[in-house]
């Protein structure tokens, strides 16, 4: 409306006085409308308008919301990856499962993952396997963070099995698959599968592209490089 494109910070300025209370509301903002004067003027009256446009516009537009008082009863539970390494803390996780054969991952991966990084002792980094900063391989398959607020879901009925997608994603998060009838007649009704293109190779084998939800990134590599358009970002929750 005031003509700045993605100029957010006059807007958010103009809030933060308002209801900040910092010192007077009409002297701050008459600071401010000086400021912006001696900053652009340079550039133009239309410009130096422009901003106290956006100033006017973003006192009037402030809306106050009303938070229900019980939300702040309310309890956060545990995400998927959160689980995991709590469990491999607490010595919960079945005993003979690799995050407990793992001390990199109960006593280093697991603290930083839920933010206690700051607790781990300095004897924990004399450990002989990862002293110097090494770190040991196949600790991703613990991970799951579930970071992505959209992840890739695959059309089979445009997919052509190109494997392009798992070549490019830099996270290894969605792979091809071939599966036997034995298998394609026990699974899901929503894994869809497609006989494997390549000959007799892979006949009577069928193909699927599976993505990974809980270790992707939402970078959307994968859509980009599809050349079929047989990808596309759904919401991490549906």
Known sequence: ECGMGRMIN???????FKLANVMDFKECITLYKNTIRKSYGHRGEAVVQKNYNMIDKALDAITQIDVPA??????????????TYHNAIGGLAKEKSDINRSEFTKNVQA????????DIPVSVFANDKIVGGKVPLGTAKTEKRGVALSVPVVDMDKCTQCNTCAMSCPHAVIRPFLLSQAEVDSKPATFETRKAKGGAEVAGLHYRIQVSPLDCTGCEVCVNACPDDAL????LAD
Do not use: C, R
Not at 10 to 16: D, I, N, P
């Open 10 to 16: 006059v807007v958010m300025q103009s809030a933060f």
């Open 70 to 83: 019980e939300w702040k009863n309310l309890s956060d539970g545990m995400l998927h990856y959160e689980q």
């Open 111 to 118: 603290p930083i993952a839920l933010l206690h990084g700051d």
């Open 232 to 235: 596309t970002m759904k919401h």
